[in-house]
């Protein structure tokens, strides 16, 4: 129909975590979602995959991002910004972008949460 029935699910190190509302019928979802979990001491990433929700049989995955925990290290203050969706199966071409806000709260090594806003892609 061209458009999409997109959601996200986040995983840190890929254990699913959180799934955000379905916005149906769109290529250009707004969810405007905000989430705070704890982190694991020892996490390796965080992986926000953006799904395509259908009734009628499996849901697609139509891209993901990785966030290590290299990247978060290098950006102290959390990061913001679009990032580019990247393939989960290497025959399907991706197309697209997510806009997220990611920031680790606490000290490295104790207790850390993971502020997770999941705003809108295209």
């Known amino acids: 129909t061209g458009s ?3 959601y996200c699910i986040v995983k840190i190190d ?15 979802p707004f969810w405007g979602e ?9 996490f390796h990433s965080i992986s926000i995959y953006v799904m395509d929700e259908d009734a009628l ?3 697609d995955v139509i891209g993901k991002v990785c966030i290590t925990r290299d990247t978060l ?7 913001s910004g679009w990032m580019s969706l990247s393939e989960v199966d290497p025959d399907e071409e ?4 997510i806009h997220l806000r990611v920031e680790v709260l606490g000290s490295p090594g104790g ?3 993971l502020l997770c806003a999941v705003l809108e892609a295209r």
């Open 4 to 6: 999409s029935d997109p």
């Open 14 to 28: 890929d254990e699913a975590i959180i799934r955000t509302a379905t916005v149906w019928k769109t290529l250009s």
């Open 34 to 42: 905000e989430y705070e979990v704890h982190l694991q001491p020892s």
């Open 57 to 59: 049989s499996r849901d």
């Open 73 to 79: 290290a290098e950006h102290p203050k959390g990061y």
């Open 94 to 97: 991706v197309q697209g972008e």
């Open 111 to 113: 207790r850390q949460r």
